[in-house]
C-alpha cells in the first residue's frame, strides 16, 4: 500500500526564511498531490494542489513542487512569518480512490 | 467557500453510551469522509461514502457505523462508546474527482 513520509516531525526555521518541507511517496504517482494546513484542535485546511503532470504551482508566499522521477513533493513558504506556524500535511490522490494522508510536519517560525 | 459544519466541537460521553456525529457540507459534493486523528498516528479513515445511502469501509470501521441519508449529510455512530474512542474527529467531502478534500472543524470526544 501507498506509504508517505513527511522530513521530519518538527522542523523550527527564522522568521524571514525560506522553510521547505518535504514529502515523499512509495508506489506509482498520484493524480494530485495537495498540502494542507492544520492549526491545533482544528480540521485541515487545503492549501494547494498540484496534478500529476505539473511540475510546480504558486500562491502568493507558498510553493509546491513535484518530481514524479524522485517521488518527492518540496513545499516552500518564502519569507516566513510566526503565523505560519502550524503542521502541514501532504496528501496524494488517485482517479477514483481515497485519499492518503502522510503524518504532518509541525513548523515553528520563531520571531 | 466551501463550508463544511460538524455538530459539536466537544463531546463528552460514558462508555457505553450511543454517540452520534454529524456532518454537512454545503458544496453538494459526492463524496463524504470520516476520519479519526490520534497522536503519533495522522489521519485514519473510518468510513465514507460516494453517493447517498451508499458507504464503504475504510482503514478502522470497527465499533462505528455511519448513515448517509441525504447528499449533504453524512453521520458517525458509535454504537457503545469505549473509552479507546476517545480522540478527535473530522469529517470531510470531495467532487467527484477526489481532487482535494474540504474538512470540518472536528468534534474532540472524550469517553469516560
Known amino acids: 500500500s501507498q506509504k508517505i513520509e513527511q522530513n521530519s516531525e518538527a522542523l523550527n526555521i527564522q522568521e524571514g526564511k525560506t522553510a521547505t518541507l518535504t514529502c515523499n511517496y512509495t508506489?506509482?504517482?498520484?493524480?494530485?498531490l495537495q498540502w494542507y494546513r492544520q492549526d491545533p484542535g482544528r480540521g485541515p485546511v487545503f492549501l494547494l494542489l498540484?496534478?500529476?503532470?505539473?511540475k510546480e504551482k504558486r500562491k502568493e508566499r507558498l510553493k509546491v513542487t513535484f518530481d514524479t522521477t524522485l517521488k518527492q513533493s518540496l513545499f516552500h513558504i518564502t519569507a516566513s512569518q510566526p503565523a505560519d506556524s502550524a503542521t502541514y500535511l501532504c496528501?496524494?490522490?488517485?482517479?477514483?480512490?481515497?485519499?492518503?494522508f502522510g503524518p504532518g510536519t509541525r513548523l515553528s517560525v520563531l520571531p | 467557500d466551501v463550508k463544511v459544519t460538524q455538530s459539536s466541537r466537544y463531546l463528552v460521553k460514558r462508555t457505553g453510551e450511543k454517540v452520534f456525529l454529524e456532518c454537512v457540507q454545503d458544496m453538494d459534493h459526492e463524496n463524504m469522509f470520516w476520519y479519526r486523528q490520534d497522536p503519533g498516528l495522522g489521519l485514519r479513515l473510518i468510513y465514507f461514502s460516494y453517493d447517498v445511502k451508499m458507504k464503504e469501509k475504510g482503514d478502522i470501521p470497527e465499533g462505528y457505523s455511519v448513515s448517509r441519508e441525504k447528499k449533504e449529510r453524512f453521520s458517525l455512530i458509535l454504537e457503545s462508546a469505549s473509552t479507546n474512542q476517545t480522540s478527535m474527529y473530522l469529517c470531510a467531502s470531495s467532487g467527484g474527482t477526489r481532487e482535494t478534500q474540504y474538512f470540518g472543524p472536528g468534534t474532540r470526544l472524550l469517553v469516560l
Open positions: 496528501a496524494l490522490s488517485y482517479y477514483g480512490q481515497n485519499f492518503v
Open positions: 498540484i496534478r500529476e503532470n505539473e
Open positions: 508506489n506509482y504517482s498520484p493524480a494530485y
